[in-house]
């Protein structure tokens, strides 16, 4: 099936990747004259480097839809958290999923919910393209604690590459569906390639 289901954010994340003070600390600055640049550029950062590694770094909840059961469905948003909500379309109202039924991988790229050994999931599932929705948060946590300790190094110094060199590119373009490199720190982007997801297709049929 060729169609291409969104990942909505439903909840954005509390806190930074790494923290306004973290930055300022980093760049041995004082004061607040810089601070709302330098949010903007921890974003901006942080953005670029989400979607170069395909990875959420601070805990994000997101919703995503499908049109019918299928023993895979894989959760394109990685280091999967938690499962909040899966439920079906049933006469127009939506029923929860039984929890019997299915079980979730705990993966290091995209995680994935998979039907049980004997299990069967419901027939009477209505015809619709969003016949199902899953609710799930993905990110390594609530802080920028919980993003590994390489990770921040290289965001920090991606971070000081962006405000050192503020006008000399479009930050913004960067931050695209289709991850550019031509303005990513030497030292940054070996980390980041680490952490990569490569986006080569899964070998279980899932959707």
């Not at 948060?137 to 919980?146: K, L, N, P, T």
């Not at 000399?168 to 991850?179: F, G, M, N, R």
């Given at each position: 099936?060729?169609y291409?289901?969104?990942?909505?954010?439903?909840?954005?994340?509390?806190?930074?990747?790494?923290?306004?003070?973290?930055?300022?600390d980093?760049?041995?600055?004082?004061?607040?004259?810089?601070?709302?640049?330098?949010?903007?550029?921890?974003?901006?950062?942080?953005?670029?480097?989400?979607?170069?590694?395909?990875r959420?770094?601070i805990?994000?909840g997101?919703?995503?839809?499908r049109?019918?059961?299928?023993?895979?469905?894989?959760?394109?948003?990685?280091?999967?958290?938690?499962?909040?909500?899966?439920?079906?379309?049933?006469d127009?109202?939506?029923?929860?999923?039984?929890?019997?039924l299915y079980?979730?991988?705990?993966?290091?790229?995209?995680s994935?919910?998979?039907?049980?050994n004997?299990?069967?999931?419901?027939?009477?599932i209505?015809m619709?393209?969003?016949?199902?929705?899953?609710?799930?948060?993905?990110?390594?946590g609530?802080?920028?604690e919980?993003?590994?300790?390489d990770l921040?190094v290289?965001?920090?110094n991606?971070?000081?590459?962006?405000?050192?060199?503020?006008?000399?590119?479009?930050?913004v373009?960067?931050?695209?569906?289709?991850?550019?490199?031509?303005?990513l720190?030497?030292t940054?982007?070996?980390?980041?390639d680490q952490?990569?997801?490569?986006?080569?297709?899964?070998?279980c049929?899932?959707?």
């Amino acid at each position: 099936m060729s169609y291409a289901y969104p990942y909505i954010i439903i909840q954005e994340p509390v806190n930074l990747a790494v923290s306004l003070d973290t930055v300022k600390d980093h760049l041995k600055i004082d004061g607040t004259e810089s601070d709302a640049e330098l949010t903007l550029l921890i974003r901006a950062a942080t953005g670029i480097a989400e979607n170069y590694t395909r990875r959420i770094f601070i805990n994000t909840g997101f919703r995503t839809y499908r049109c019918c059961f299928l023993d895979c469905f894989e959760l394109k948003r990685s280091k999967f958290q938690t499962l909040d909500k899966y439920e079906y379309l049933k006469d127009g109202i939506f029923t929860i999923v039984d929890s019997s039924l299915y079980y979730i991988t705990s993966d290091t790229a995209y995680s994935k919910i998979l039907l049980n050994n004997g299990k069967a999931y419901p027939s009477d599932i209505d015809m619709n393209e969003q016949a199902i929705i899953i609710e799930f948060v993905a990110g390594y946590g609530a802080d920028e604690e919980d993003i590994p300790y390489d990770l921040r190094v290289a965001l920090l110094n991606h971070i000081t590459a962006l405000f050192e060199n503020r006008g000399d590119c479009d930050c913004v373009s960067a931050v695209t569906t289709v991850p550019s490199t031509q303005n990513l720190p030497a030292t940054s982007r070996i980390v980041y390639d680490q952490y990569r997801i490569l986006d080569i297709g899964n070998d279980c049929g899932c959707l």
